[in-house]
């Protein structure tokens, strides 16, 4: 009687099956990074928090966000070519092409828009230089593109601008082809240890293998591979290619004599189109995603540092207003109890007025709470404006009730007195924006060290003597204490 078949049995996996497996894995890995790429950029360009003054100057910045997020839409691969004048790079890429597109030679910069059915070439600037960068797109495989990027050669730029294309490159780039015709130099190495640091994808493409012969090419090979990138590539990281070889052949003149002529051959570029697709593959989803959250979060660091740049100069001149405002208002009225009453109607709508500038909502009950917390925890300054006002403010009423009966003669003490106490004042009130301004610009948050630390550290950072100083002589212009008194 035969065995009856095991009904738990299952056959070994395959290798192919469990590759298979992993591929889907890392295919849906890709695609989730992809969308949550796209939801957070698409957050972050909707979101954007910026008045039209803000706005003003950043434009570059906010399309550079716009143009990622389009790229993360439109599913596309940017490649760029980097190297020196006559490295083959525009060859290079033509021959990726299987089209002649980009333009070879030393010569670059030329403005140009030109299209076909399959592909789309544009220039774009590069920061300080009169260099450009030709754009070429290339539909691929779905609604995916690619797009090809040729740069000028970095020798044909310097110092700054080609720090500036370094960037540039860097940061535009999902996948980079650096070209080189022979052994490095060290101008080549700088460069390629520059864009190392990007942390992209480098592709060090040995182009020109045609010029040399099969020994000389292996020994630059190994040179190259062992000693020159050893620190920055891995070996599978090199790849040799001929992007426009030239293939001698007998041809026989009209004397009938037969001589040589070189003429352009197919190019040898195999190698090199099976290691961008292997890594296109296996991470193209995730590299773009990555690189395109790379770059948006530069560009975002760099919208907020100039946001709130912008709103610490319009915090400032609140906050001197205030200071000012409070300063007349004390140095005028001579009553006490009025004296500190508009001292907190002013720091109150002095918080809103902060409050509404870095876009934090908050009631009066809210700014006036937050007023208590920061006198009380302001100390020393707080203690001495209101001895101030007491005492000051007293002794500014009888030198004003005075007046008339000594005929005028207290009105200069009076007016000391008033200065010296809107002084104290205005320093408190403007002590008090600062630390409301620290507060509003960590979003309404103390942080990790606390209010007390977060005060402390304003307070010690200010100049009382000097804000003080500047305070009385603002002061006393405004209210024409400077001119000397006439005499009958």
Not at 175 to 187: H, P, S
Request: aromatic content about 4%; glycine content about 6%.
């Amino acid at each position: 009687m035969p065995d009856s078949p095991d009904l738990n049995y299952s056959p070994p996996v395959t290798k192919q099956e469990l590759d298979e497996a992993i591929h889907s894995f890392d295919t849906i890995q890709g695609e989730l990074n992809y969308r949550q790429a796209q939801t957070a950029l698409r957050d972050l360009v909707e979101g954007l928090d910026l008045t039209a003054q803000e706005r003003q100057g950043l434009e570059p910045e906010i399309t550079g966000l716009e143009s990622m997020l389009d790229k993360l839409d439109r599913q596309i691969v940017h490649i760029a070519a980097f190297g020196m004048v006559g490295r083959g790079k525009s060859s290079l890429l033509n021959a990726l092409l299987g089209e002649t597109v980009f333009e070879t030679g030393a010569i670059h910069g030329v403005t140009q828009i030109r299209q076909t059915a399959n592909w789309t070439v544009t220039n774009e600037a590069i920061a300080g230089s009169e260099q450009s960068l030709t754009r070429v797109t290339v539909n691929a495989i779905g609604n995916s593109q690619i797009q090809l990027i040729d740069t000028p050669g970095i020798d044909e730029v310097d110092g700054e601008a080609r720090e500036a294309l370094a960037r540039q490159v860097a940061q535009q780039a999902d996948l980079i082809l650096f070209i080189i015709a022979g052994d490095m130099t060290k101008v080549e190495y700088q460069a390629l240890s520059a864009l190392r640091t990007a942390s992209k994808p480098i592709l060090l493409v040995f182009n020109k293998i045609d010029q040399y012969p099969d020994v000389d090419r292996q020994m630059i090979y190994r040179k190259i591979r062992d000693e020159r990138v050893k620190e920055l590539l891995s070996p599978d990281e090199i790849v040799m290619a001929a992007a426009s070889p030239l293939v001698a052949k007998a041809v026989r003149r009209a004397d009938g004599r037969v001589a040589a002529q070189l003429s352009a051959g197919t190019p040898q570029i195999d190698d090199l189109k099976l290691k961008i697709l292997e890594i296109l593959d296996r991470e193209g989803k995730s590299l773009v995603a990555v690189n395109s959250l790379l770059f948006a979060d530069d560009i975002n660091d760099r919208l907020v540092e100039r946001k709130m740049a912008i709103r610490e100069q319009s915090a400032n001149r609140i906050i001197w207003n205030a200071t000012m405002t409070k300063a007349v208002a004390i140095a005028l009225n001579p009553i006490t109890v009025v004296d500190i009453l508009s001292s907190a109607v002013i720091d109150v709508a002095l918080i809103l007025t902060l409050s509404k500038l870095y876009g934090i909502p908050m009631t009066q009950p809210g700014a006036l709470a937050l007023l208590k917390k920061i006198a009380l925890t302001m100390g020393g300054i707080s203690a001495s404006e209101l001895v101030a006002n007491l005492g000051l403010s007293s002794l500014k009423g009888l030198l004003g009730l005075s007046a008339p009966a000594t005929g005028g003669i207290t009105l200069a003490a009076y007016a000391s007195v008033a200065v010296t106490q809107a002084g104290v004042a205005g320093v408190s009130t403007y002590a008090i924006g600062q630390v409301t301004k620290t507060y509003l610009a960590n979003d309404a948050s103390w942080g990790a060290d606390g209010p007390k630390a977060v005060v402390t550290r304003i307070l010690a950072s200010l100049d009382e003597d000097s804000i003080l100083s500047r305070i009385k002589g603002e002061l006393r212009a405004k209210l024409n204490l400077n001119q000397p008194r006439s005499r009958s």
